[in-house]
């Protein structure tokens, strides 16, 4: 599988179910939610602002997307939100590994030979590292791993997510 299909994959209405663990704080939790993964095109005009944020040239993104996702929830409160993602190869003649735009920040990715997307950000919180696969086409993983200093300057984990999600639509047309 290449990055294209890999990415073409994302589009679609998934129900996920992620569980958490935030260490030194002994807990952790399962949530539920609904993700809505729609293509944009290269001319959207927020594709663009994110784009010239970053000095990138808007058509050398490769099958960008928009997320929306809300936690299922029994209260009225429920946690929603959206995100661009903007995938950019560092060379469209091996577009295997690039940069991924967002509105805040960008990433760094690399499909590799196991089929596996690693995305690493780098944020004021410490390094985030994903990795997404899928069991079938319908059935998608995630782990996410925030990684901080300690005041000896050793890495440690200060969280860690799994998440396991199901198609339960294709992409609107």
């Not at 959206?82 to 990433?107: T, Y």
């Not at 499909?111 to 990795?131: P, V, Y």
Request: with cysteine; proline share 5%; aromatic share 6%.
């Amino acid at each position: 599988m290449d990055i294209y299909q890999f990415l073409e994959l994302f589009v679609g209405r998934w129900r996920s179910q992620r569980s958490d663990h935030q260490f030194g704080e002994g807990n952790g939790n399962d949530i539920r939610s609904l993700i809505e993964i729609t293509s944009l095109s290269l001319d959207d005009p927020d594709l663009i602002v994110i784009c010239q944020k970053h000095n990138v040239d808007p058509n050398t993104a490769i099958h960008p997307m928009k997320m929306s996702w809300e936690e299922e929830s029994l209260s009225n409160k429920k946690p929603q939100g959206s995100a661009l993602i903007i995938p950019v190869p560092h060379d469209i003649a091996s577009p295997q590994k690039g940069l991924i735009l967002g509105g805040r920040n960008k990433a760094i990715y690399e499909l590799g030979i196991d089929e596996a997307l690693t995305i690493q950000t780098m944020t004021a919180q410490g390094t985030i590292t994903e990795r997404i696969w899928y069991g079938n086409p319908n059935l998608r993983f995630r782990v996410s791993t925030l990684l901080q200093d300690d005041r000896k300057g050793d890495r440690c984990v200060q969280s860690s997510k799994f998440y396991s999600e199901i198609r339960s639509a294709t992409a609107k047309v």
